[in-house]
């Protein structure tokens, strides 16, 4: 009866020692687990996210080794991300990461139908992929995003049947917690790569426009050198043929009548091609000359204006209206050809059956100024507002009205050498009003 009570008090004391050891090693994973969520919390990085897995989860259980996979969606494989124990590489580097094709070895089939296996001998499964040493109890948990594969959790162990049920409760329970963290980083990680890879194309896009720009102003430059040289050459030649013509003219009297009329238009279009010369001289020296950087005060520039342009505005009754106009930075020759060019343009197309018009007006804006030069003229209609600044961008006969076709391209480039935009609206038979923007001096870019 004494042995019968002696072996009883022993069974219950090994019973309460298998108690307090099975709530030693619960207490024990739950603060694996707890210190692992809040190590978790502060990692940001998909590399730092699974080797948290791994370092601060997986070594912590005290388990003999362990590899995180992600999974390749592209080329459906697993790629490992992280290890622990004997595979694991220095530091954080995995110079030759293990791939499985999905559906291979216990691994790959794990990851196929989402299922967590633990095999408790190793030698008896068929699916076994020896690695870098046999090993006989292995277990293997998926990561899922519902159920979407994220990657798997594997770990294998020397002895047989070594992985239990709370083995495999535990690697869930890690799985189910980095799921999220695994997501936000990968997103994160492909962010960056788009951002860097935006960021790349932009570099190079930069590069190829600054290229651009230079050989473009290059060829500008050598343009309007050319320009300027022909057009300067030219103009001797067409002097001397003009003074020959109306020499022959003086000289020969018995030119019959019809000679005499081809005569004077052999003249005038010597005379026309001067003109469009002279206009191309200008039009080239505007583009080869900067932009003078100093304060200009435009209501002088339109009394310049006013005066150069008098006769005309007399000879043809015209009326010049203007507001108080700003003060700018930029050149006086130009910008006197700017408004020079304008106001004369609204005078030659006036409206037969009205006198000529002319009303100038500035609007202030946050960074520039925006002018408007109306007239009442013959208008134009919208087909042409855009020919209207192009070199010679003629739209009536020269029989109708004389002029090289240079008016609103020179307007054009003065405007845009000091850093504006220029642009018309028009309405046949009521007139056209041209509208242009000038930077206020202290937004104005260096020339």
């Known amino acids: 009866m004494e042995h019968s009570n002696h072996l009883s008090k022993t069974e219950e004391i090994e019973r309460l020692r298998s108690a307090y050891q099975l709530l030693t090693e619960r207490e024990q994973n739950l603060r694996v687990l707890h210190s692992f969520a809040l190590n978790l919390l502060q990692q940001h990085t998909l590399q730092d996210v699974v080797w948290a897995i791994v370092k601060h989860a997986i070594a912590r259980l005290g388990f003999f080794d362990c590899v995180v996979y992600l999974i390749d969606e592209e080329r459906q494989i697993l790629v490992q991300a992280a290890a622990h124990g004997p595979k694991n590489p220095h530091e954080m580097d995995i110079a030759n990461p293990i791939t499985i094709p999905l559906g291979q070895g216990i691994v790959g089939t794990v990851a196929k139908t989402g299922v967590a296996e633990i095999i408790s001998d190793t030698s008896q499964d068929p699916r076994y992929i020896v690695d870098d040493d046999f090993r006989y109890s292995e277990i293997t948990v998926p990561i899922l995003d519902g159920g979407r594969l994220i990657g798997v959790i594997d770990?294998?162990?020397?002895?047989?049947?070594?992985?239990?049920?709370?083995?495999?409760?535990?690697?869930?329970?890690?799985?189910?917690?980095?799921?999220?963290?695994?997501?936000?980083?990968?997103?994160?990680?492909?962010?960056?790569?788009?951002?860097?890879?935006?960021?790349?194309?932009?570099?190079?896009?930069?590069?190829?426009?600054?290229?651009?720009?230079?050989?473009?102003?290059?060829?500008n430059q050598d343009l309007e050198g050319f320009a300027y040289a022909a057009s300067h050459?030219?103009?001797?030649?067409?002097?001397?043929?003009?003074?020959?013509?109306?020499?022959?003219?003086?000289?020969?009297k018995g030119l019959s009548s019809e000679s005499l009329e081809y005569m004077d238009f052999a003249i005038g279009g010597v005379h026309r091609l001067k003109r469009l010369l002279d206009g191309l001289l200008v039009y080239?020296?505007?583009?080869?000359?900067?932009?003078?950087?100093?304060?200009?005060?435009?209501?002088?520039i339109m009394h310049t204006v006013e005066s150069n342009l008098s006769q005309l505005i007399k000879e043809k009754?015209?009326?010049?209206?203007?507001?108080?106009?700003?003060?700018?930075?930029?050149?006086?020759?130009?910008?006197?050809?700017?408004?020079?060019?304008?106001?004369a343009n609204?005078?030659?197309?006036?409206?037969?059956?009205?006198?000529?018009?002319?009303?100038?007006?500035?609007?202030?804006?946050?960074?520039?100024?925006?002018?408007?030069?109306?007239?009442?003229?013959?208008?134009?209609?919208?087909?042409?507002?855009?020919?209207a600044f192009k070199l010679f961008g003629r739209l009536h006969t020269i029989q109708e009205y004389k002029g090289s076709?240079?008016?609103?391209?020179?307007?054009?480039?003065?405007?845009?050498?000091?850093?504006?935009?220029?642009?018309?609206?028009?309405?046949?038979?009521?007139?056209?009003?041209?509208?242009?923007?000038?930077?206020?001096?202290?937004?104005?870019?260096?020339?």
């Not at 000359?289 to 002088?300: F, G, H, S, T």
């Not at 609007?363 to 855009?386: L, P, T």
């Not at 309405?427 to 104005?444: D, H, R, S, W």
Request: proline share 3%.
């Open 346 to 387: 609204a005078i030659k197309f006036h409206h037969k059956e009205r006198n000529p018009e002319i009303r100038v007006t500035c609007v202030e804006e946050a960074y520039r100024y925006q002018f408007s030069f109306q007239d009442n003229g013959i208008g134009m209609e919208e087909i042409f507002f855009e020919k």
């Open 284 to 300: 080239a020296r505007v583009g080869q000359k900067a932009v003078i950087q100093k304060l200009l005060d435009l209501n002088e």
């Open 155 to 219: 770990s294998e162990h020397p002895e047989k049947h070594f992985f239990t049920q709370q083995h495999l409760e535990l690697l869930q329970t890690i799985a189910a917690m980095a799921v999220t963290k695994i997501l936000h980083a990968q997103a994160v990680q492909r962010l960056h790569t788009y951002q860097k890879g935006l960021e790349e194309q932009i570099e190079e896009q930069t590069r190829d426009l600054k290229q651009h720009i230079v050989e473009l102003r290059k060829s």
């Open 233 to 252: 050459d030219l103009a001797e030649p067409l002097r001397t043929i003009s003074s020959f013509l109306q020499l022959i003219q003086r000289k020969e």
């Open 405 to 447: 076709g240079l008016g609103l391209a020179l307007c054009k480039r003065v405007v845009e050498k000091h850093g504006g935009d220029i642009w018309l609206h028009s309405e046949v038979g009521i007139g056209t009003t041209v509208y242009f923007t000038l930077p206020k001096p202290e937004y104005q870019l260096p020339s």
């Open 317 to 343: 009754n015209a009326s010049l209206y203007y507001d108080q106009l700003p003060t700018v930075q930029g050149d006086d020759s130009g910008l006197i050809q700017l408004f020079q060019n304008l106001i």
